[in-house]
């Protein structure tokens, strides 16, 4: 994936760097300050130095923003688990720096320089002479830039999917519950679901599909190869939805209603 660093800070490119630290799979990524200093990056809507970005890498163990101070928050108390995660992610990190030539992650600078030489940040001089840090743009996924896994591969190909299609599914749910009716079919076609949508077909199979992967909707219809104008029958079992998913509707007056899945307990 071809890059460049970002010299258009327009409100419309900086949104877009926004959702592509967020739906790109970058808060998945280890350390966790890495995703948070992506987002930092164009917060202020022009370049900024190193020295201008400490506010954004300041925790409550590098209240200052030291970058010669851990990128992981040694400081945090944790029980046999939370160190076993600590560790995996350390590993994980290391990883990802030997595939730069770069030693493992001790310090917020060792973090910055695997973006730098990852290619997700340029350090550029601007007019005045002095560093100042461009994201790349558009900004790539982990997986164009880092050796993941197969499992990190596989969560972060869900994410794209749902971040891709997630709200078109909704629209296509919302057939099924107008007005409160909650309808256990509906008969329909690609053509169809793609003008409520107001999306291309292949949007529309996209988004039956992730539907179909939760198990609460159903068809005997292989969607992978059905022509988009050949009508077929979605089914939705209300129980297996209100088992696993969060339902948002609006209320009486206006006032958003919110259902949660019968096994989501919350916290403490």
Request: hydrophobic share 40%.
């Amino acid at each position: 994936m071809t890059t460049v660093p970002l010299t258009d800070w327009s409100q419309d490119h900086r949104e877009q760097h926004f959702h592509s630290v967020v739906g790109g799979g970058w808060l998945r990524m280890p350390p966790p300050m890495l995703g948070l200093l992506l987002m930092g990056l164009t917060s202020r809507g022009k370049p900024l130095t190193r020295e201008e970005l400490r506010p954004f890498v300041r925790n409550s163990v590098n209240p200052s923003g030291d970058w010669q101070a851990s990128c992981w928050e040694d400081g945090e108390e944790r029980d046999a688990e939370e160190l076993a995660d600590l560790q995996e992610a350390q590993a994980t990190s290391a990883r990802y720096a030997a595939h730069y030539g770069l030693p493992p992650l001790c310090t917020l600078t060792d973090m910055l320089a695997l973006m730098i030489a990852s290619g997700l940040v340029y350090e550029i001089p601007g007019a005045d002479g002095q560093l100042r840090l461009h994201p790349a743009f558009p900004l790539p996924g982990p997986h164009k830039v880092f050796p993941l896994d197969g499992e990190e591969l596989a969560a972060q190909e869900s994410l794209r999917r749902h971040n891709a299609y997630g709200g078109d599914a909704s629209r296509i749910i919302a057939l099924f519950d107008p007005m409160g009716a909650r309808r256990q079919e509906i008969t329909t076609s690609l053509d169809r679901l793609a003008r409520v949508i107001d999306g291309h077909p292949h949007d529309a199979r996209e988004a039956v599909r992730l539907l179909l992967e939760a198990q609460d909707f159903t068809t005997a219809t292989d969607i992978s190869v059905i022509p988009s104008h050949k009508v077929f029958r979605l089914r939705c079992d209300w129980d297996e939805f209100d088992a696993h998913r969060m339902h948002v509707r609006r209320g009486r007056e206006g006032r958003i209603a919110v259902t949660v899945p019968a096994d989501w307990h919350g916290s403490d």
